[in-house]
């Protein structure tokens, strides 16, 4: 286990659809980091949004004040639906990291039929121009292996703490989540966390 | 919610809480009596929390029909010796303006709060209007928190203020404040406050002009004692630059600007190059201090978000006591349209201490992405209904719309928007369209903004004898922003603190005798209704009854156990799709499919596209 550095100035930014659970997510990441120690300042945006339209929020660690990103501005990426990461990645400062779910979930217009979902390896590419590393991970089919798609959010939690770029590790969000979580969602949660280890291969 | 660390945290614990929460922790240090409201993004965590709560006897919470009447009852409760804390968003106060400008001249000796939450960058706004303003306007001691800590702290010391000096007090955060989590220190929850008797007193409490005339200078001499702890409030500090250097170079920030600040200096790893003031009791403005500040520069920067009150007031000020400084604030990059940034603030002061700039630029928006607007929910009823306006009326009706969700009804293929101006608007401007036009309108308006200012608007119709469809979708909460209750919401829903109404009743007490009412999901019915009004003349309202959908599912705990399915592929199915739009349809190549887990059943469609569709069970 590498020591983490508890002074590690960071900021990520959160992307998802509404009703995915991406504010909730921010928030259990959040009080992870409050838990182990760490200067804490998470922002969201709550009202239109939750109509279906873009979740955006954002944790800065390690003594920020400020609760909201600018392009460019972003150590993480972290995308809870990939059309979403794609739309985000202006946010991502070169060289950053990207964690996204490789599940698509189409908006109305490609619904429709009127517009198209942008290739995943088109995405994928993307991501990597800007990116230093960056991994997709099928967070929704993971998620319902775990037990319910709502814990595909952290599946890409477990992986994003057990990637080693966190001030924090896996241990951290175990013990938030068994502190933070209603007891009959914990153990799908847990379950998901070690999926998303698994699926960085750490 | 018996352990919530709201109601059970005692001195010395620090918890992870929004901005919001964080305010409601702060009334209730300060020993808030009265929470009077009414919702809007982004307020609405305040009263929610406090319903969340409960309270346990601590306090009443009270969701008012309108900002106005939430403030006259939290001003006549504050009169009556009672602590406070009223709420609303940036263009509520628009409409509490009225009881606002009198309530600061007669002064309220319990102490009256009054939160509006301003929505720069119009995140869910139609506008983002700077209600600083309002500060100034009615004279208003005023708090600008920039972090969740700050939000509790500046909660207390507004309602201590507010009865030390017994006159109304605005705390006025911004969405990012709001919406903000960070972790907040809890101080001890004493008792509510007593209450302060109150003393029969017309020559200052019924502002009769010779009244009137007199309270003016009372409240002036208020606004100066308020000034004197502006001067000294812990809230408002100067602070040298680092490394004891001697720069004459000087920055003052106010709300939330103060972050983007402070994180821009510790990131260019400049906090040697400027002295920075920060505010946040922003009025009234301790002149001594920021003269003070003034001194000991020879150029200023004025950061704030919105109009340039500040920066303007920091000018007056120099050249009223004769301080030879220049002042810079608002340019072509830091506006007064939208939010600052980290990012933005650091490039003007690179330019501005002449450092290179860190910030590297950004990759570019990736053009021509599908956007993701929001939209009305699979089984929102609001569709159902727009669809049956558009089967009867087309094009040939204008459409006045109203503030709600409904208002996403403009978007295609409903298309059931053509103008809005603000709460309630549905009604009279649909009037007033009409009479001018002489066109057909057809007005929707939801039952939270009916109760809301729809009411008064009907009746001058009525009274006035405009031409107007108004159709009330009535789904009996305030859905838009997250199911408070109003009073079209059910009796069992409301409980014993509040009493139901009956919208046809009201309506027709109103004097509407042209009045029906109908279930929106039954499609043939509302046509029918629609159809029958089309060609009146007067007014004439529908009330489309059904639960939000969203609602139905997570309060009242509807379980809905059908939804519908592709029955036979082909143009019937492809044409409802295109006039319908439910989230809950998706295409594969040329055909259509229904995604189980988003419909909720309602089954528009199948009265649509009877041989298109069919349903089975979930």
């Given amino acids: ?202 | 919610m018996g352990n919530d660390p709201l109601l059970r945290g005692v001195r010395g614990e620090r918890h992870l809480l929004l901005g919001n929460e964080a305010i409601v922790r702060g009334a209730l240090e300060a020993g808030v009596h009265m929470i009077t409201c009414y919702p809007g993004t982004p307020s609405s965590e305040v009263p929610d929390t406090f319903l969340r709560l409960g309270g346990e006897g601590r306090y009443r919470l009270e969701y008012s029909i309108n900002e106005k009447v939430a403030l006259e009852v939290g001003a006549g409760a504050a009169l009556a010796g009672a602590m406070c804390l009223v709420t609303m968003k940036h263009v509520g106060l628009n409409v509490a303006a009225d009881p606002l400008f009198t309530s600061v001249y007669t002064g309220l000796p319990g102490g009256l709060v009054l939160l509006t939450a301003d929505d720069p960058g119009c995140h869910s706004s139609q506008n983002e209007q700077d209600n600083r303003h309002y500060a100034r306007f009615a004279s208003l001691p005023c708090f600008e928190p920039a972090s969740a800590q700050e939000a509790k702290e500046m909660t207390r010391e507004a309602f201590r203020l507010a009865r030390e000096l017994q006159q109304p007090v605005m705390l006025r955060t911004t969405t990012r404040v709001s919406h903000m989590r960070g972790p907040v220190d809890f101080d001890d929850l004493p008792a509510p406050q007593p209450k302060v008797a109150f003393q029969r007193d017309p020559g200052r409490f019924v502002p009769v002009p010779a009244v009137a005339r007199k309270r003016h200078p009372a409240l002036l001499a208020n606004m100066e004692k308020a000034r004197q702890i502006a001067e000294n409030s812990r809230f408002n500090v100067a602070r040298e630059p680092a490394g004891g250097s001697a720069t004459r170079i000087g920055i003052i920030a106010s709300g939330v600007a103060r972050n983007y600040l402070a994180d821009a200096l510790a990131g260019g790893g400049w906090e040697d190059r400027a002295r920075v003031l920060e505010l946040g009791m922003t009025w009234p403005l301790p002149r001594d201090l920021i003269s003070d500040f003034l001194q000991k520069c020879d150029r200023v920067l004025v950061l704030e978000e919105g109009a340039d009150l500040l920066e303007e007031s920091v000018r007056a000020l120099a050249q009223r006591r004769g301080i030879n400084v220049r002042i810079e604030g608002k340019d072509e990059d830091l506006t007064e349209q939208g939010e600052y940034s980290t990012t933005l603030v650091m490039r003007r002061l690179a330019v501005w201490l002449n450092c290179p700039c860190p910030a590297k630029p950004a990759r570019p928006v990736e053009p021509d992405l599908p956007g993701r607007p929001p939209n009305l929910c699979a089984g929102c009823s609001h569709r159902a209904v727009y669809y049956a306006v558009r089967h009867v009326f087309g094009d040939e009706a204008i459409y006045s719309s109203d503030i709600g969700c409904y208002t996403l009804g403009l978007l295609p293929p409903l298309r059931v928007a053509d103008f809005l101006v603000c709460m309630g608007s549905s009604v009279s401007a649909g009037s007033g369209f009409a009479r001018a036009s002489g066109k057909p309108v057809v007005g929707f308006i939801g039952d939270s903004t009916f109760f809301h200012s729809g009411m008064t608007g009907l009746v001058n119709a009525v009274f006035n004898r405009h031409n107007l469809l108004l159709v009330i979708l009535d789904n009996g909460t305030t859905a838009m922003t997250g199911h408070q209750p109003n009073p079209g919401m059910q009796q069992d829903m409301l409980g014993a603190t509040s009493v139901h109404m009956d919208m046809e009743t009201v309506v027709r007490g109103l004097g509407v005798t042209e009045c029906a009412r109908v279930r929106a999901f039954n499609l043939k019915s509302v046509i029918r209704a629609l159809e029958s009004m089309k060609d009146k003349p007067g007014v004439r309202v529908l009330i489309a009854e059904e639960p939000c959908a969203l609602y139905a599912r997570r309060r009242l705990k509807k379980s809905q156990p059908r939804v519908a399915e592709v029955a036979r592929q082909g143009e019937e199915a492809l044409r409802c799709l295109e006039q319908l739009a439910c989230p809950a349809f998706y295409r594969r190549g040329d055909n259509l499919a229904v995604d189980e887990t988003l419909c909720s059943g309602c089954m528009i469609c199948l009265q649509i596209a009877p041989t298109a569709f069919k349903a089975k069970k979930r």
Wanted: charged fraction near 20%; include cysteine.
């Fill in chain 1, 1 to 202: 286990m590498k020591a983490h550095d508890k002074q590690k100035r960071m900021r990520i930014y959160f992307t998802g659809v509404g009703g995915q659970g991406t504010l909730t997510a921010t928030t259990l990441l959040a009080r992870t980091a409050l838990q182990a120690g760490l200067d804490v300042v998470a922002g969201e945006v709550h009202g239109m949004a939750q109509r279906g339209g873009v979740v955006e929020s954002v944790l800065l660690l390690g003594g920020w004040r400020s609760p909201k990103l600018d392009f460019g501005e972003a150590d993480v990426l972290l995308g809870f639906e990939p059309l979403e990461t794609l739309r985000g990645l202006p946010y991502l400062r070169p060289g950053g990291a990207v964690f996204s779910s490789s599940d698509p979930l189409p908006p109305v217009s490609v619904a429709l039929g009127q517009a198209a979902y942008p290739d995943l390896a088109l995405i994928e590419e993307k991501a990597r121009q800007v990116a230093g590393q960056s991994r997709f991970i099928p967070c929704r089919e993971l998620g319902i292996r775990a037990g319910s798609a709502q814990s595909g959010n952290t599946v890409l939690l477990g992986a994003l703490c057990a990637s080693g770029v966190l001030p924090f590790g896996v241990d951290a969000l175990e013990a938030a989540i068994r502190i933070f979580l209603p007891p009959r969602l914990q153990e799908s949660n847990l379950q998901a966390l070690e999926l998303g280890k698994a699926a960085l291969g750490v």
